[in-house]
């Protein structure tokens, strides 16, 4: 999903997209993930961040029951409240999800008009729909004063996902976009939805994504065959370990000892999750401590262990972290997000505008892929704009190159 619009200048859009009527505008950001892959359906820990790639969420009152949802590329759609239905694949199913599920928990909503942009790129796994229902339940709260917390809106917006999106997603990104806080990461655990903030003390690097341009259509079905394998080595240990609630208190002595033999799959899949734990816990200390290059070293495990043992991975991910190693002002870097496709987050020296130049030509010459790179900076959670920022707010698709030039 991508809202690409431009937006300079933003006010004189919100004008002609509502009628000259004063929208509440809801800014809700991305996000990147350091490290904690593939660990929020079985309690584990994660260390997501929100970044400064947005969607906008814009919304008015209406004196009827219709909701009149529109993008900036593509068709509108209107229907009433009480016709609001799932229609996975289509871009508003987010927001009806939304309003239903809002609905649902018995708030009282009117109608209303809604529009979205933005400029999260498209298909790179920086979490855009999480932050489409993030900023629509937002900006709801805002328009009929529904007083929710930030905690409740991020259940909300899972749920929409859930029932209106035919997604299984966790917790994290919509935690990450609603809780971010500029220059901080999450480190969040799945097993009681706390979190404590990371100092994100990153000194001479940047954060840079590469989006590898592909997307392989195992995503979806191998995400849901992960959750079973990890879940036939947690009920083996069980079965010896009574006092074992999740695959969270497993030990790796323990699946070694039930699970290797028994079923070598699900033991993979459930080293890797043990595994990643541990990484996020020292990934934690080391950013607070400033010791980058440990930093580094653990995501490029946390990458051969997504692609040896959990084996989300792909061709053209692993091609990308090779390359990565071969550049000396490359820190580390690993796949993100679900897998077979998508962006690596990366760690590179700053004023190395040279070094993506070279990842590129390699990475394009032979994949035959054009590779897009984007400096991201850490940011602050989704929020309700005012006046200043509302006339501050341009339209930003900026490569890497463009942003160090």
């Known amino acids: 999903m991508h809202f690409n619009a431009m937006m300079t200048p933003y006010r004189e859009l919100l004008s002609r ?60 759609k209107e229907l009433a409240l009480s016709e609001l239905y799932p229609c996975p694949g289509e871009w508003h199913t987010y927001i009806q999800g939304v309003a239903a599920v809002l609905l649902g928990w018995g ?17 790179a796994g920086l979490s855009s729909s999480a932050a489409l229902c993030c900023g629509t339940v937002m900006a709801l709260d805002a328009l009929f004063d529904l007083q929710l917390t930030r905690q409740e809106m991020a259940l909300i917006a899972q749920q929409a996902e859930h029932t209106f999106a035919g997604v299984a997603c966790g917790l ?19 097993r009681t939805l706390q979190f404590e903030y990371v100092r994100l003390n990153l000194e001479f690097l940047d954060l840079v994504l590469l989006d590898s341009g592909v997307k392989h259509s195992l995503a979806s079905t191998e995400y849901n065959l992960r ?47 043990v595994e990643e734990n541990k990484r996020v816990e020292t990934a934690a200390v080391a950013l607070d401590r400033r010791k980058l290059t440990l930093m580094g070293d ?10 040896a043992l959990y084996q989300v991975s792909c061709a053209e991910l692993d091609l990308l972290i090779q390359l990565a190693k071969e550049e000396k002002s490359v820190v580390g870097a690993r796949m993100m997000g679900g897998g077979f496709g998508g962006c690596t987050i990366n760690l590179i020296e700053k004023k190395y505008k040279s070094c993506i130049g070279r990842l590129q030509a390699e990475y394009e010459r032979r994949t035959g892929i054009p590779l897009k790179a984007y400096r991201v ?25 463009e942003n160090y030039a």
Not at 58 to 64: F, H, I, L
Not at 242 to 268: F, G, H, I, M, N
Not at 299 to 307: C, I, V
């Open 17 to 76: 997209t509502h009628g000259g009527l004063e929208p509440i505008v809801v800014r809700a950001p991305g996000r990147i993930n350091l490290i904690g892959e593939h660990t929020d359906y079985n309690g584990g820990l994660a260390l997501p961040a929100a970044i400064n790639r947005y969607i906008y969420v814009s919304v008015t009152w209406r004196d009827d029951e219709q909701v009149n949802m529109m993008a900036a590329e593509f068709p509108s």
């Open 107 to 123: 708030y009282v909503l009117g109608g209303f008009n809604i529009h979205v942009c933005g400029d999260i790129p498209v298909g």
């Open 172 to 190: 994290m990104d919509q935690y990450a976009c609603l809780f971010g806080k500029r220059g901080y990461a999450l480190k969040l655990d799945f």
């Open 227 to 273: 959750k079973m394998e990890t879940g036939r080595a947690l009920s083996r240990v069980q079965e010896k370990h009574a006092t074992v609630e999740r695959l969270r208190d497993c030990s790796l002595e323990q699946l070694y000892d039930e699970v290797l033999v028994a079923d070598p799959v699900a033991y993979k899949r459930a080293k890797f999750f």
């Open 298 to 307: 653990l995501l490029y495990e946390s990458h051969q262990g997504l692609t």
């Open 377 to 401: 900076m850490i940011a602050e959670g989704a929020r309700v704009c005012n006046n200043r920022e509302l006339r501050q707010i341009k339209y930003n698709e900026k490569s890497l190159e």
